[in-house]
């Protein structure tokens, strides 16, 4: 049981750390790729996307982070997220997803000795090694100027920029 545990757990590290990897920031190069896109709606509203490869979370980083650029290259000083999707499954940080099955069977049969009977019980483990899949999250945003509104999802564009570089 030692020899199969410690190359187990090799595995597992290396997936592991494959997963935490998340392509450096920047714009999208070909359509459906890792990086940010946005779209003018209004004169101070945007949708903003960043798609990339791992764990929802640092993706709706970067997202947030392009918002925020987005909003002080534009003379804004905050934005205020108005609605926000997240495409992606729970599990998208990809990687070693184990999975346990258990069997049992039984039978009747004859041979030339007599006739006889069998029954078995089988554990299965099971390990996905996929790798990390893609997640996305968009965010419609609109800026302005002045005091940021006292809500939670109104930003400080410059205090983002400082927190999430």
């Known amino acids: 049981m030692k020899r199969l545990t410690l190359p187990l757990i090799a595995v597992a590290g290396l997936s592991l750390a494959a997963c935490a990897s998340l392509a450096p920031y920047g714009a999208q190069t070909s359509p459906g790729g890792q990086g940010y896109a946005e779209q003018r709606i209004e ?4 949708r903003v996307t960043y798609s990339g490869v791992g764990a929802p979370g640092p993706v709706a980083d970067y997202a947030l982070l392009r918002a925020a650029q987005l909003t002080t290259s534009q003379g804004y000083d905050w934005f205020e997220v108005t609605q926000r999707w997240t495409d992606g499954r729970p599990d998208s940080a990809g990687g070693l997803r184990p999975n346990v099955g258990i069997g049992y069977g039984s039978g009747r049969g004859s041979s030339r000795y007599g006739s006889y009977s069998t029954s078995g019980v089988g554990v299965g483990v099971g390990l ?17 100027n002045g005091r940021r509104p006292d809500r939670p999802e109104a930003y400080d564009a410059r205090s983002v920029q400082d927190n999430l570089r």
Do not use: D, I
């Open 43 to 46: 004169s101070n509203r945007y």
């Open 128 to 144: 996905n090694f996929s790798g990390p899949s893609a997640t996305s999250t968009t965010l419609e945003v609109v800026m302005g």
